[in-house]
């Protein structure tokens, strides 16, 4: 057998188990997408706020550039000649809304996730990570090596309790790695819990990945942790850009010296072109703006308590306490075919299978927007 053919069998048993995955070709149009010639309501979006689909919003923005202020590379990394203006500005921007010291700008999640864990574990470094963790954090504890890892029962804290209590005199430091809305079950972490349990040791840090609950959750839209109240006690404040605040990109919250550790020590933030400014224009246009999102932020949480109000109804449990809302259906072929049917009718729900999450928990994952109504989601056909 050749490479191709090797590779080719691989892709056939994935095939026949139903985890094959392939790009659609679809087509956005708003709140809708069209995949192969039928027009659907997007039920899969991270467009949490419905800004991504909202023209009038882009209207403005734009006519705030010119040909001379529309700069669409930034031509090189931060470290040379990539750091324009406009990231300072978003920077400072961040850490005076979260009211830190310090912000850092990444090109997406993935390279924070992938970047700031390697950059400062070490051999004498424990890692207790969620066991439901996104799979860009799982990568960031890989690069972590030779920091050790042990991965806790998703949100049991009492087992993650008695790992830090065993550990924390063995280790120089131990990093508690969490997301607060979780990208897959919807469901989030007891953030105060954490920080108390942090507050028992001097050599505790906290990591959380803010990435489904940046602009959803908080009074102004920060997150769980301003919702809260313990932004000033998470060591790595993340989130990203490229769902509720509809641009691309990340950051994290953190003091002024993790902040230039960071710009010395993390790789995907040196070796990497910086996003291009006008992305990072946008980026600020709507961040100075998530605070006034109130009705938004409320009326999508109303939308994600009648979805899961009616998938109870039908005896379907559901993790979920946010936005995202899983229909755990089990096998991965009757998970496709209930997703078939929903977009037959109109409808476009994804299937999500493993890898992406454990053998066996195959889900529609509904991913709600503020752009959507109560009538349509009294419509889906569940
Ligand atoms: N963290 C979480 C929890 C995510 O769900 C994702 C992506 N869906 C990321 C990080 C990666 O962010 P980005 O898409 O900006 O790379």
């Not at 009648?306 to 899983?326: A, H, N």
Request: charged share 20%; hydrophobic share 40%.
């Amino acid at each position: 057998m050749n490479f191709n053919q090797e590779l080719q069998q691989e892709l056939d048993a994935l095939q026949a188990k139903g985890n094959l995955r392939q790009l659609p070709a679809l087509k956005h149009d708003g709140r809708y997408v069209t995949v192969g010639g039928q027009r659907m309501l997007n039920l899969s979006s991270n467009d949490y706020l419905g800004l991504a689909a909202d023209v009038a919003l882009r209207k403005e923005f734009l006519d705030t550039l010119t040909p001379e202020t529309f700069l669409p590379t930034s031509s090189s990394s931060r470290l040379l000649t990539g750091n324009f203006q406009i990231y300072d500005e978003l920077e400072a921007e961040l850490a005076r809304l979260f009211g830190a010291e310090a912000a850092l700008v990444f090109n997406c999640g993935y390279h924070a996730n992938t970047g700031i864990l390697p950059a400062v574990a070490n051999a004498q470094t424990l890692i207790l990570a969620d066991k439901l963790v996104h799979a860009s954090l799982i990568d960031g504890i890989r690069l972590s090596a030779p920091a050790r890892c042990i991965r806790y029962r998703h949100n049991d804290l009492a087992q993650l309790e008695r790992l830090v209590h065993e550990n924390a005199g063995q280790y120089h430091r131990i990093i508690i790695v969490t997301e607060s809305v979780f990208s897959m079950d919807g469901d989030r972490t007891d953030l105060r819990r954490l920080v108390q349990l942090k507050s028992c040791h001097e050599n505790v840090l906290l990591y959380v990945d803010e990435a489904h609950a940046f602009g959803v959750f908080g009074p102004t839209g920060l997150g769980c942790a301003e919702e809260d109240g313990c932004i000033a006690d998470i060591d790595f404040l993340v989130g990203t850009f490229g769902k509720a605040a509809a641009s691309a990109g990340a950051y994290v919250i953190c003091s002024h010296t993790v902040r230039d550790y960071l710009v010395n020590r993390m790789r995907p933030f040196i070796f990497t072109t910086a996003l291009p400014p006008v992305c990072m224009a946008w980026t600020l246009f709507v961040v100075r703006r998530l605070s006034g999102m109130n009705a938004r932020r409320q009326h999508l949480q109303s939308l994600g308590r009648q979805l899961r109000s009616r998938l109870e109804q039908q005896d379907y449990s559901t993790p979920s306490t946010s936005q995202i809302v899983p229909m755990i259906i089990g096998a991965s072929a009757d998970t496709i075919i209930r997703a078939e049917h929903m977009q037959r009718h109109g409808f476009y729900a994804l299937p999500v299978r493993p890898p992406t999450v454990p053998e066996g928990t195959s889900r529609i994952r509904f991913s709600l927007t503020a752009a959507l109504t109560e009538e349509e989601i009294a419509a889906i056909p569940l």
